[in-house]
């Protein structure tokens, strides 16, 4: 499903975020990618949605070559995999149900299918009672259950997680935690950047260690590989 | 839940209404301007065909010229290939024209009988530059004492026109671009205020119509708005002067304007105010989308 193959990526400044990094990851994985923070984690979501290009190396994602992909089809790359970003990247003058529906509108679908569709997710996250209310009205653990939302509506097949627990405590990132969980037991690949090893230790998954840009562990499968 | 592209634009547009105003402003004076330029160049092509139509080389006979010299003349002209009409003008028919032209002045009706006014034969040249040709092949001719031409009308008129029609259009594209760059600089900066959203619309995989398509609508209503109400403002502006144009071009048939005019006038600004909105919104998206 993807495929890192000797990926290194150094910024224009001289900072080499990731150091010949080569793993792969099976479909319908469930994979931990840990490391401290300035470890790479985030620069290898950017990496995998094409935000920029490593300086060398490959990139598989579905069988597709990214690292050469036309910019026309970054869209359709971009669909395949539902991101959760650290900083949420949420519409702060949109409603919660809006924000969610902003994937389904990119998509073309319908008024009320995207209604019906956002309806399903919010079920799906725990929030349904809080379509009409904006990101500013919600706590944190429920501003994640919003971009999980909004990153499940376009049905991709992989789902990235940047540190979906990072603000939260300890009963609210459990929650998360099982919610990907039972999102990568329907069917989705999932890969959850975390710094949080306790976390990792608890649902005893992949485990992917970064260090200043290089893969130092890879251990342990969630046995579906 | 879904906003339409166009709801999203209307957002966008309420969201900083000075914005707004002054770019349907200064779209609507370009377009004003071009609506003005438009009716005055048809006008003065009118007014041109006009006296290109009317006689414009005209012999005067001599009191006892025959009919058969005024025949072998009108022959000759005809045949020449260089005249659109030739017209026999009796003396009786002189005196009517005469008195036509003079009736509300009885001194002057009174004084003037058919015998003292020359017979003439009065002659449109098929194009304006044969006019001098025409004249002296009728100078010479037996019967004839007198030809008279005026080729300055005409080409003053067609100088006129040709000048208002450059004119028109340096002012038309000055402000045209003008119009281009506010709208420009208008797209650039909704654009760099919603860089964030804009950047989140990326990466949830929009296509760049998507992403596009609100602002290019945005620069194109601009375009829409300010050609309706430029046309509206010249149609008023019409009627109010219609009287005292009546008055100056006289027997000229320049007004009323056709329907189809008027609506030829207000399609044509309607597609040159999409095209500049467009085209200042699409440079304004270019650039963004290359950085």
């Given at each position: 499903m993807i495929v890192f193959d000797k990926v290194t990526k150094v910024f224009a400044n001289g900072d080499k975020a990731i150091d010949e990094v080569s793993f792969a990851i099976e479909p319908k994985e469930f994979?931990?990618?840990?490391?401290?923070?300035?470890?790479?984690?985030?620069?290898?979501?950017?990496?995998?949605?094409?935000?920029?290009?490593?300086?060398?190396?490959?990139?598989?994602?579905?069988?597709?070559?990214?690292?050469?992909?036309?910019?026309?089809?970054?869209?359709?790359l971009r669909r395949k995999i539902g991101a959760v970003w650290q900083d949420f990247k949420l519409l702060w003058d949109r409603t919660v149900g809006e924000n969610i529906g902003l994937t389904l509108e990119i998509l073309g679908h319908e008024e009320k299918e995207i209604v019906k569709h956002v309806r399903q997710l919010l079920e799906l996250v725990g929030m349904s009672n809080k379509e009409d209310l904006f990101p500013a009205q919600i706590s944190g653990g429920e501003l994640q259950r919003t971009v999980i939302a909004r990153a499940l509506a376009s049905k991709p097949k992989i789902l990235f997680?940047?540190?979906?627990?990072?603000?939260?405590?300890?009963?609210?990132?459990?929650?998360?935690?099982?919610?990907?969980?039972?999102?990568?037991?329907?069917?989705?690949?999932?890969?959850?950047?975390?710094?949080?090893?306790?976390?990792?230790?608890?649902?005893?998954?992949?485990?992917?260690?970064?260090?200043?840009?290089?893969?130092?562990?890879?251990?342990?499968?969630?046995?579906?590989? | 839940m879904g906003k339409s592209k166009l709801a999203i634009t209307w957002q966008h547009m309420r969201r900083t209404p000075y914005q707004a105003l002054a770019a349907s402003v200064v779209m609507t004076l370009t377009l004003f301007i071009a609506s003005v330029f438009t009716l005055v160049t048809l006008g003065s092509e009118r007014t041109l065909r006009y006296f290109e139509?009317?006689?414009?080389?005209?012999?005067?006979?001599?009191?006892?010229?025959?009919?058969?010299?005024?025949?072998?003349?009108?022959?000759l002209v005809t045949n020449s290939g260089l005249a659109a009409e030739v017209k026999f003008v009796s003396k009786e028919e002189a005196l009517a024209i005469y008195r036509e032209q003079n009736?509300?002045?009885?001194?002057?009706?009174?004084?003037?009988?058919?015998?003292?006014?020359?017979?003439?034969?009065?002659?449109?040249?098929?194009?304006?530059?044969?006019?001098?040709?025409?004249?002296?092949?009728?100078?010479?001719?037996?019967?004839?004492?007198?030809?008279?031409?005026?080729?300055?009308?005409?080409?003053?008129?067609?100088?006129?026109?040709k000048g208002l029609r450059f004119a028109g259009m340096a002012i038309l594209s000055f402000f045209a671009v003008t119009a281009?760059?506010?709208?420009?600089?208008?797209?650039?900066m909704r654009i760099a205020s919603r860089r964030d959203e804009i950047e989140i619309l990326r990466l949830l995989g929009?296509?760049?119509?998507?992403?596009?398509?609100?602002?290019?609508?945005?620069?194109?209503?601009?375009?829409?708005?300010?050609?309706?109400?430029?046309?509206?403002?010249?149609?008023?502006?019409?009627?109010?002067?219609?009287?005292?144009?009546?008055?100056?071009?006289?027997?000229?048939?320049?007004?009323?304007?056709?329907?189809?005019?008027?609506?030829?006038?207000?399609?044509?600004?309607?597609?040159?105010?999409?095209?500049?909105?467009?085209?200042?919104?699409?440079?304004?998206?270019?650039?963004?989308?290359?950085?």
């Open positions: 994979v931990f990618i840990t490391g401290r923070s300035g470890a790479g984690k985030t620069t290898l979501l950017r990496l995998m949605m094409r935000e920029f290009l490593p300086t060398t190396g490959k990139i598989l994602v579905d069988k597709e070559d990214i690292v050469g992909l036309q910019a026309k089809k970054l869209p359709e997680a940047d540190e979906p627990t990072g603000n939260l405590d300890e009963i609210t990132a459990m929650q998360i935690m099982k919610l990907l969980k039972d999102i990568n037991e329907l069917g989705t690949t999932v890969l959850v950047a975390t710094h949080n090893e306790a976390l990792v230790e608890k649902l005893g998954k992949r485990k992917l260690t970064l260090e200043k840009g290089k893969l130092i562990v890879d251990e342990g499968t969630d046995g579906k590989k | 139509t009317r006689p414009q080389v005209t012999a005067f006979f001599v009191d006892t010229a025959t009919q058969e010299q005024v025949q072998n003349l009108t022959d009736k509300d002045d009885p001194l002057l009706l009174e004084m003037v009988t058919a015998e003292i006014l020359p017979s003439s034969l009065e002659v449109s040249a098929a194009r304006v530059e044969n006019l001098a040709q025409v004249a002296e092949l009728m100078q010479g001719a037996e019967g004839v004492e007198e030809v008279v031409y005026q080729p300055d009308v005409v080409a003053q008129v067609s100088r006129l026109t281009m760059l506010i709208i420009m600089i208008i797209v650039s929009a296509s760049n119509w998507y992403i596009r398509a609100p602002f290019w609508l945005e620069g194109a209503i601009y375009g829409v708005v300010g050609a309706v109400l430029a046309w509206g403002a010249a149609i008023v502006m019409l009627l109010y002067s219609t009287p005292a144009l009546l008055d100056f071009f006289g027997t000229i048939p320049l007004l009323p304007v056709p329907v189809w005019v008027m609506g030829a006038v207000l399609g044509g600004e309607i597609i040159f105010g999409l095209v500049i909105g467009s085209i200042g919104s699409l440079i304004a998206l270019s650039r963004f989308m290359r950085s």
